[in-house]
């Protein structure tokens, strides 16, 4: 029996890169041509529909009516339909009110949840445990709707403003997300601050937020997002329509297929209204502009935030 010597090692044979195409590797021109086709489709499956709804927001009523739905591209392009819905009505008053409240409500949020979050790093602070429990337990049991509502309707907040904010002010999950954030920070920094005679205010403020903007951006992204798409808590409520936020608005006159009258839409005297498609689109686009226009902003912190409280190996 023949035994194998450390000066002569076993040679084992390099793996073949596989490839889905017979004979062909990733990185040739065949190979990375069928990944670039591929792309390409997805890329015009998901941009049509936006620029069949931004066209169709632009299209007038000759355009509509001979296209009979959605335009693709119109040869007219006009903002009656826009000026029509912001000069006044119900989607002008629903576009403040929503911006309001994703104003109010994500700079709440972020305050409430960065003093909590920094609370429960600290191990040694005031009813640690219990409030973590809390909070836990927050994400586990969730309250059904009954008990919101009567919950709401005991603090007499129906038809304001605040029930669309405080019943979601505090996201647990993200409370946790930014816990864990803090807690990785160096101790040694927060140490050394408190030994040179700085308070907790202080060490919050000027050394542990400084650190901490991608998270906290992160953060208020989440809650802006979920501020402006909401519209379960305004359905429940809100009674008063002039008081609804533009995701109602865009549900009961988009998605339900509601027809906006000449009261609720600013046209001039004896003209007639843009066509309920053009109305629609144009609804639909003000509904996603705001968080399309703040993403960029916020978009060099996303793939640092994204990563907060991971696994690292």
């Not at 912001?86 to 002008?92: D, S, T």
């Not at 008053?93 to 104003?103: E, P």
């Not at 009813?127 to 836990?136: A, D, I, N, T, W």
Request: charged share 10%; net charge positive; hydrophobic share 50%.
């Amino acid at each position: 029996m023949t035994t194998l010597s450390p000066a002569h090692p076993v040679r084992r044979r390099p793996r073949r890169a596989y490839s889905a195409v017979p004979g062909e590797t990733p990185g040739s021109l065949p190979w990375r041509s069928v990944k670039s086709l591929i792309l390409l489709v997805c890329v015009i499956l998901v941009v049509l529909p936006f620029v069949a709804i931004v066209s169709t927001s632009l299209a007038d009523t000759a355009e509509v009516t001979k296209s009979g739905g959605y335009v693709l591209w119109p040869d007219h392009p006009t903002l009656l339909a826009y000026k029509a819905l912001l000069n006044g009505g119900i989607v002008a008053k629903a576009m403040l009110v929503s911006v309001g409240v994703t104003v109010v409500g994500t700079a709440l949020s972020l305050v409430s949840s960065v003093f909590l979050a920094y609370g429960l790093s600290r191990p040694g602070s005031f009813g640690h445990k219990p409030v973590l429990l809390l909070l836990l337990m927050s994400m586990l049991f969730v309250p059904g709707v009954i008990p919101s509502y009567l919950m709401v309707k005991q603090l007499h907040l129906i038809n304001s403003y605040w029930s669309l904010i405080l019943p979601t002010m505090i996201n647990a999950f993200n409370v946790i997300v930014l816990r864990s954030f803090f807690m990785g920070l160096p101790g040694e920094l927060i140490d050394a601050a408190r030994i040179d005679g700085a308070s907790e205010w202080k060490i919050l403020t000027r050394l542990v937020l400084p650190l901490s903007k991608a998270s906290v951006a992160v953060i208020g992204l989440f809650y802006a997002v979920t501020y402006w798409n909401a519209f379960f808590n305004a359905l429940l409520y809100m009674n008063d329509a002039s008081k609804w936020p533009m995701q109602l608005v865009l549900r009961t006159y988009v998605v339900n297929n509601a027809a906006l009258s000449g009261g609720q839409v600013d046209v001039a005297a004896g003209a007639p209204l843009p066509p309920a498609q053009s109305l629609q689109a144009a609804i639909l686009v003000l509904s996603i502009v705001p968080i399309v226009v703040i993403y960029p902003f916020l978009q060099r912190h996303m793939n640092k935030g994204v990563m907060i409280g991971a696994v690292k190996g």
